[in-house]
Structure formats: structure tokens, C-alpha cells
Nanobody, 125 residues
Framework: QVQLVESGGGLVQTGGSLRLSCAAS????????MGWFRQAPGKEREFVAR?????????YYAESVKGRFTISRDNAKNTVYLQMNILTPEDTGVYYC?????????????????WGQGTQVTVSS
């Protein structure tokens, strides 16, 4: 299984931007679908975005972040990114990076077999 370490979280004001990174090791990174999930205080963890390893890196987003967030990957660096723009307090939470061996990707948490420890994102109003 691949090991994942997130970074890039922090405190930002409403309307600001952050870029999260997730570094992978211990596996063939290019053969994993990569996803980002988040968990707000008092809420269940939810899907944010994913990028497949097939079809040139097909991407898919939750409706709540579509048009504001961009997921990308650099297979040469074994890293996946989440660029987050126009942040709002509703984006506050712990963001988790995850890896799935499914070639076409998934939005289901159960399909992701490796998880990072999470990075905190706090958006102030």
C-alpha cells in the first residue's frame, strides 16, 4: 500500500486561496486514483475531488467545490495537489488525501485503501 502525507493547510480569510499537497511513497503512484476528502467539525467526512490514473487524469468534483477547487497530479514527483480558491468558512475542516487502486476512480470512501493523516484548513469570516 502507498503511504500518504498531506501538507499545505492553514488559516486563510474568506475569499483566499490555499494549495494542499499530498506526497506518496511505497507504491506505484501512477497506478492509483487519488482523491481528496474533508471532514468539517461535527460532520461526516465527505468527498471533495478525485483524479484517475487512466484517461489522462480524468477529474471529478463535489458540486460544492466545482469551479473553485482544482485537483492535479505530478506522477514524476509522486504528488497530488488540491488548489483551493475563493474559500469560504464552509470549506473549513480536516482535508485528507486518499489513494484507490480502481483504474477509473471513485467517490466512495470504501474504495480508497490508503489515507493520509489529514491537514487542517480553517477559513475565517
Amino acid at each position: 500500500q502507498v503511504q500518504l502525507v498531506e501538507s499545505g493547510g492553514g488559516l486563510v480569510q474568506t475569499g483566499g486561496s490555499l494549495r494542499l499537497s499530498c506526497a506518496a511513497s511505497g507504491g506505484i503512484f501512477s497506478r492509483y486514483c487519488m482523491g481528496w476528502f474533508r471532514q468539517a467539525p461535527g460532520k461526516e467526512r465527505e468527498f471533495v475531488a478525485r483524479i484517475s490514473w487512466m484517461s489522462g487524469g480524468n477529474t471529478y468534483y463535489a458540486e460544492s467545490v466545482k469551479g473553485r477547487f482544482t485537483i492535479s497530479r505530478d506522477n514524476a514527483k509522486n504528488t497530488v495537489y488540491l488548489q483551493m480558491n475563493i474559500l469560504t468558512p464552509e470549506d473549513t475542516g480536516v482535508y485528507y488525501c486518499a489513494a484507490s487502486p480502481l483504474p477509473r476512480g471513485s467517490m466512495r470512501q470504501a474504495d480508497f485503501t490508503s489515507w493520509g493523516q489529514g491537514t487542517q484548513v480553517t477559513v475565517s469570516s
